[in-house]
C-alpha cells in the first residue's frame, strides 16, 4: 500500500492526529533567526509557526487565483 492509497483511509480527524512530518531547508539564515525569535516571542513551537505561515500562503493563493476567475 502506498502512502496515497493509506491517507485516502483515514478519516480528517485521524488525518490530523498523526500528523506529518515533512523536512525542508532552510535557504537564508535570516528566516531561520526570525523564526527562533518569533517562536519565542508568541510562545509558539517552531512547527506551529511555520504551518501557520504555509497555511496563510496557501490561503492567500486561493484567494489570488478566485480573483483571476
Known amino acids: 500500500m502506498d502512502e496515497q492509497d493509506f491517507r485516502s483511509q483515514l478519516t480528517q480527524e485521524e488525518l490530523e492526529r498523526r500528523a506529518f512530518i ?34 496563510r500562503f496557501l490561503d492567500d493563493i486561493e484567494a489570488i487565483q478566485s480573483l483571476r476567475l
Open 22 to 55: 515533512i523536512p525542508f531547508k532552510v535557504y537564508d539564515f535570516t528566516m531561520l533567526e526570525r523564526l527562533n525569535k518569533y517562536s519565542t516571542e508568541y510562545e509558539k513551537t517552531w512547527d506551529t509557526l511555520i504551518n501557520m505561515a504555509v497555511k
